[in-house]
């Protein structure tokens, strides 16, 4: 819910691949949608872009567009976790 709200570039492609992933646990193997919490979370240095840039006089200055592997796992939480939870809630 705060990735929606967050006013960051970033959140949205992030807010996607966490709902992806939840969907992949819930349809693939299974697990309950509501007992699923954010076990990792990782950003990984991706490829790169090269890119070129206008500026005066007709010439171009290159520059590299970056990009970025997020990996997100998702895991189940056990009835002892849910306890716990619902006690300090």
Same mark, same amino acid.
């Given at each position: 819910?705060?990735?929606?709200?967050?006013?960051?570039?970033?959140?949205?492609?992030?807010?996607?691949?966490? #709902?992806?992933?939840?969907?992949?646990? #819930?349809? #693939?193997?299974?697990? =309950?949608?509501?007992?699923?919490?954010? %076990?990792?979370?990782?950003? =990984?240095?991706?490829?790169?872009?090269?890119?070129?840039?206008?500026v005066s006089?007709? #010439?171009? %200055?290159?520059?590299?567009?970056?990009?970025? %592997?997020?990996?997100?796992?998702?895991?189940?939480?056990? =009835?002892?976790?849910?306890m716990?939870?619902?006690?300090?809630?």
């Amino acid at each position: 819910m705060l990735l929606e709200f967050m006013p960051w570039r970033a959140c949205r492609p992030t807010l996607v691949a966490l #709902q992806s992933a939840a969907a992949n646990a #819930q349809n #693939q193997f299974n697990m =309950d949608k509501s007992r699923l919490y954010v %076990h990792s979370c990782k950003a =990984d240095r991706g490829p790169y872009s090269k890119r070129m840039k206008p500026v005066s006089k007709g #010439q171009a %200055h290159p520059y590299r567009r970056r990009q970025t %592997h997020l990996t997100i796992r998702v895991r189940e939480m056990t =009835d002892e976790m849910m306890m716990k939870r619902e006690e300090f809630a």
